[in-house]
């Protein structure tokens, strides 16, 4: 009997302790700053009235795709290179003019566009980690080009979807008041007003719509993938890629997605765009559907009759379970099969628009 009342309280014990962990999970994920606000009901009904895929209280992918495919996942132990990857020094523009266009790879989807005149920051995420806290999470494996305090004044700031990877709670705290313009998709711009952004500065935008900022046009972009900076309210803002148009170049940036005829819808109603900065890592067979695979990120570079792609979302955190530089290996190959031009310029270069040809080298062989 005394043995039964020690398994017992044992029991006892163990439920107290995983309801108390449960209890601290769920108030991490709906106080802590990190996590952001979530859209409120009048915020919903809005949604819904702008959004045909929005219903049952999320946003819905224009296919009827799961987040979770079948397939055997990835298995590696190279998901990191063996020493810290070297950054670049940028060089901006320093008296741009109208037609100027560069690229500044931050790293991992953090990239600065010049159109002309204007600076546009694209996804940054400047912490050590991606992650809603400092100890834990992906982790950095490359040097940044700038801290927060040494980026230029930032004339627009585009955030393609909630992910941590891609938003940033440290990162926008730290920006925020050098920032001019901000533009979302919708839903998104409810966290980032919760975190002290002015809310006279935020542009959300559904699907398809535009805005213009200084005669360069802004269009937010469909993609096939999913939201949720906290797992329990999944798809509660929307996701997407973004075109713009300056009259000179047209840039386009796809975000995170799966392949489908989105790329080249974009390029048939928008206009082939000059330079296509496109996702190429984190994939795996088991996401199949909401992830690319860099033949597909070549091929989607194909479909939107791009002149010259970027790959971007790999080289600094390690999310999935491939080689680290697989990805960049693979488009790299089917590149050369499908003709399209691949540039890879090192995180940090300055890439001039008339000179891309230039940054075309093999410089991740040097971390293999």
């Known amino acids: 009997m005394k043995s039964l009342k020690v398994i017992g309280i044992i029991v006892l014990i163990l439920i107290i302790v995983i309801l108390l962990i449960v209890c601290a999970v769920l108030i991490f994920l709906f106080f802590a700053p990190s996590v952001g606000k979530l859209p409120d009901e009048s915020d919903k009904e809005s949604f819904s009235s ?23 996942p990835y298995s ?20 741009p003019e109208d037609g100027d266009l560069t690229f500044t790879w931050i790293g991992h989807s ?3 566009l010049q159109m002309g005149k204007t600076k546009i920051l694209v996804d940054p995420v400047m912490s050590d980690r991606s992650s809603p806290v400092g100890f834990a999470g992906p982790k950095r494996f490359s040097e940044l080009p700038w801290t927060t305090d040494e980026l230029p004044e930032i004339d627009v ?10 938003l940033d709670y440290k990162t926008i705290k730290a920006i925020k008041d050098k920032v001019g313009k901000v533009i979302v998709p919708l839903g998104v711009d409810t966290i980032l007003k919760g975190w002290g952004v002015d809310e006279s500065k935020i542009t959300a935008l559904n699907w398809w719509e535009s805005v213009t900022i200084d005669g360069i046009t802004y269009t937010l972009t469909p993609s096939q993938h999913f939201t949720g900076r906290n797992p329990i309210k999944g798809n509660s803002t929307l996701w997407g890629g973004l075109y713009l148009s300056d009259g000179y170049h047209k840039v386009y940036y796809t975000g995170d997605g799966g392949y489908y005829d989105i790329f080249s819808r974009v390029g048939e109603t928008l206009g082939a765009p000059d330079l296509m900065i496109a996702e190429c890592g984190q994939y795996d067979p088991s996401w199949a559907k909401i992830h690319m695979f860099p033949e597909q990120t070549v091929q989607a ?34 590149s050369k099969t499908s003709g399209l031009s691949l540039a890879t310029p090192r995180i940090g270069q300055t890439v001039d628009y ?15």
């Open 50 to 72: 702008k959004n045909k895929l929005y219903y049952d209280g999320k946003f819905h992918n224009e296919n009827d795709v799961t987040t979770m495919s079948s397939g055997d």
């Open 157 to 166: 700031l585009f955030v393609s979807h909630d992910h941590y990877d891609h």
């Open 110 to 112: 953090s990239f600065l």
């Open 301 to 334: 570079g194909v479909d939107a009759k791009a002149s010259w792609v970027i790959p971007v979302h790999w080289g600094t955190f390690c999310i999935c379970n491939t080689d680290w530089d697989d990805s960049i290996i693979r488009a790299s190959e089917a």
């Open 76 to 95: 590696s132990s190279r998901k990191t290179p063996k020493t810290m990857i070297a950054s670049s020094d940028p060089s901006l523009i320093e008296n």
């Open 354 to 368: 008339d000179e891309i040809g230039n940054y075309t080298e093999a410089w991740w062989e040097e971390y293999a």
